[in-house]
């Protein structure tokens, strides 16, 4: 059995408030024990979205009642909601600034780069900024990064000229990071027939999965790559399949299993699993350490990943019949045994929020 910290996912949609029916806070945190990941950061594009202190006791009460796992609550920057300097105490209760600069699922997005300055400006500067903005978004986020001489997080990069702009900002000095979710890592566009089984909904995912040749310059520039975040975005199969279809992909249970098989083939050491899944999310987001805590993996399970065997309530996964070897098998959380071999042990509301 290999023995590995608990695992930190910076980007996970946990759908409550307001769609409960995809996912809530208790089958979310769940499926994120069963994928050996011990604390999440949730996302805000939630309805009502979080972005003030109203939303955020409203998404903080509905997390202490339900989380099995440790979490922290993320606001949403919005046209209004500014003056972030005039309230410094609200950055602190929160897991960080999102930023929503492309179109994707809910009601976020700014496109006024007078309102990302604002931002920019007045949240502190120790606290974490991280946007979801591609290719030329992209640039122009880490221009601001570089104006106000602050940190930023670029959540989910997916193509080739995006990872070869933040190693080259990195090398200036510019304080730019960057996540990379299993998806863009193990599938690419020549996948979305597969994963659609006739039904183009399911292939649908914001960053759109990219070229063959965008995966490899992903997996060749590794180095540049600060964290594996999964983008956890369950939305359910009769969405999925219906008229419309909402972006995104449930990827908490299969993160682990994916990046473990990755190992298995020499495609990447344990070491570049925990650098970018405990410990540079953790200095990144400043996370304090979860005592006690750890997970129980049996690095030679072989099997197939089915949705079928899953806690997340949305009920299906792109990686359906995949062959993986690496199986979570105890999780244990600040000194207690939270879940084994598919079952959770911690009661509902035992996770706790790091920034309280
Ligand atoms: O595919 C996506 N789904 N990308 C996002 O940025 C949002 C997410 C969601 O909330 O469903
Ligand atoms: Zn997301």
Request: include cysteine; charged fraction near 25%.
């Amino acid at each position: 059995m290999l023995k590995l910290p608990g695992l930190i996912d910076p980007h996970v949609h946990m759908r409550e408030p307001g769609a409960a029916h995809k996912e809530d806070w208790n089958t979310g945190t769940s499926a994120a024990l069963a994928g050996g990941v011990t604390l999440v950061l949730a996302m805000p594009n939630t309805r009502p979205p979080i972005f003030d202190p109203t939303t955020l006791d409203l998404a903080l009460a509905v997390a202490k009642q339900k989380a099995c796992c440790d979490y922290a609550q993320f606001l949403g920057a919005g046209a209004d909601n500014t003056a972030w300097n005039a309230h410094p105490e609200i950055p602190a209760r929160a897991a960080g600034l999102k930023m929503y600069l492309d179109q994707t699922f809910g009601e976020l997005r700014l496109d006024s780069m007078t309102i990302w300055q604002k931002h920019f400006k007045t949240w502190p500067k120790h606290l974490p900024i991280v946007t979801h903005s591609e290719s030329r978004s992209m640039a122009a986020v880490i221009l601001m990064a570089a104006i106000y001489d602050r940190p930023v997080h670029i959540a989910h990069i997916s193509l080739k000229e995006e990872v070869l702009v933040i190693k080259a900002a990195k090398e200036r000095g510019i304080k730019v990071t960057c996540e990379v979710c299993p998806h863009h890592l193990f599938l690419s566009k020549d996948d979305i027939p597969a994963i659609s089984q006739g039904h183009p909904g399911r292939g649908e995912v914001r960053p759109r999965l990219a070229t063959k040749e965008d995966v490899d310059a992903l997996w060749a520039n590794l180095d540049v790559i600060d964290c594996f975040a999964t983008d956890h975005a369950p939305h359910t199969l009769a969405e999925k399949d219906g008229d419309n279809p909402p972006p995104g992909f449930p990827g908490l249970e299969t993160a682990l299993p994916l990046l473990l098989t990755a190992v298995s083939e020499g495609r990447l050491t344990i070491n570049d699993v925990l650098s970018r899944m405990v410990t540079n999310p953790r200095r990144i987001f400043n996370l304090p350490e979860q005592p006690e805590t750890w997970v129980e993996v049996d690095e030679d399970a072989a099997y197939e990943i089915r949705a079928a065997d899953m806690h997340s309530r949305c009920g299906w996964t792109p990686f359906e019949g995949w062959q993986v070897k690496g199986r979570v098998r105890n999780v244990v959380l600040r000194g207690q045994k939270a879940y084994r071999d598919g079952k959770i042990l911690v009661e509902v509301g035992y996770g706790k929020n790091v920034r309280e």
